[in-house]
T-cell receptor
Framework: DAGVIQSPRHEVTEMGQEVTLRCKPI?????LFWYRQTMMRGLELLIY????????DSGMPEDRFSAKMPNASFSTLKIQPSEPRDSAVYFC?????????????FGQGTRLTVV | SQQGEEDPQALSIQEGENATMNCSYK?????LQWYRQNSGRGLVHLIL?????REKHSGRLRVTLDTSKKSSSLLITASRAADTASYFC????????????FGSGTRLLVRP
């Protein structure tokens, strides 16, 4: 298995533009996380899906952020409009739900820079 | 909000020495996991300890868990330069969500 695949790896965009980050979880995993990592705030959980359904989105910063999981093999995190303070590394992770003990597998992240 | 806080924030040791990192958390947990992150990369799972376990070993790693104090420690024995990375604890909270919440991390530098 290729692991969790995120795209793009790097994104530079201008303030006000829409940004879409993509994630393909590991086949057979039905739990997916989106995290944001910055020096100031560390690794923050943004949203968490089980079986394609959002379970907890309390970490989503504001209405400019939205996430979808239309099927078990694909998820998107969208920021519209983007702002410089959204600059961070965004990670997607997946695991097998139903077994509380399983580890999460992380993608390589998308480094977002909003100028 | 972050569930776990780790200390120290940064640790610098000589190759061959042991490295100990600590993690404290706030709520009841199902299990606690430790992850490693190399600069610019995703996190990689190292070891998991369940709430009914007190100690676990994996190679040069030793993890302890004290649920009464809501704390855990990760010991890396006989450290190597390649162990240089950031280390994070993560808790699976004791509710129906099973979400994974990460601590603030410890940056470990192992000097050759």
């Amino acid at each position: 298995d290729a692991g969790v695949i995120q795209s793009p790896r790097h994104e530079v965009t201008e303030m006000g533009q829409e940004v879409t980050l993509r994630c393909k979880p590991i086949s057979g995993h039905n739990s997916l996380f989106w995290y944001r990592q910055t020096m100031m705030r560390g690794l923050e959980l943004l949203i968490y899906f089980n079986n394609n359904v959002p379970i907890d989105d309390s970490g989503m910063p504001e209405d400019r952020f939205s996430a979808k999981m239309p099927n078990a093999s694909f998820s998107t995190l969208k920021i519209q409009p983007s702002e410089p303070r959204d600059s961070a590394v965004y990670f997607c992770a997946s695991r097998r739900v139903g077994d509380r003990g399983t580890e999460a597998f992380f993608g390589q992240g998308t480094r977002l820079t909003v100028v | 909000s972050q569930q776990g806080e780790e200390d120290p924030q940064a640790l610098s040791i000589q190759e061959g020495e042991n490295a100990t990192m600590n993690c404290s958390y706030k709520t009841s947990i199902n299990n606690l996991q430790w992850y490693r992150q190399n600069s610019g990369r995703g996190l990689v799972h190292l070891i998991l300890i369940r709430s009914n376990e007190r100690e676990k070993h994996s190679g040069r790693l030793r993890v302890t868990l004290d649920t009464s104090k809501k704390s855990s420690s990760l010991l890396i024995t006989a450290s190597r330069a390649a162990d240089t990375a950031s280390y994070f604890c993560a808790t699976v909270v004791m509710d129906s969500s099973y979400k994974l919440i990460f601590g603030s991390g410890t940056r470990l530098l192992v000097r050759p």
